[in-house]
């Protein structure tokens, strides 16, 4: 999946794949998560918030979608 750069304290980069409905956030700190069943509405909400980590962290990891950290063998695992 590629990702994109952004302008975030916290998020390096974001990538979306739309035919699984599954958002990537890479993290400054190296970490990688999975969002799954996320629109692709919300992710161009998250590409043009006037903060990025702050809509991520309400719309996204607060919003319920199962998540799953990238090498983690656990399906569905919140973080």
Known sequence: MQRHDVK?????AIGFDA???TLEIEFHNGR????FG???ELYGKLMT???VGSFLHAKI??????SRRVGDK???KKE
Do not use: C, L, P, W
């Not at 990688?32 to 969002?35: F, L, P, R």
């Open 74 to 76: 656990q399906e569905g």
């Open 49 to 51: 918030a006037d903060s």
């Open 61 to 66: 990891i607060k919003g319920g979608f199962e």
């Open 38 to 40: 996320v629109s692709e």
């Open 32 to 35: 990688v998560q999975h969002y």
């Open 8 to 12: 975030s304290s916290n998020v390096k």
């Open 19 to 21: 035919s699984t409905k």
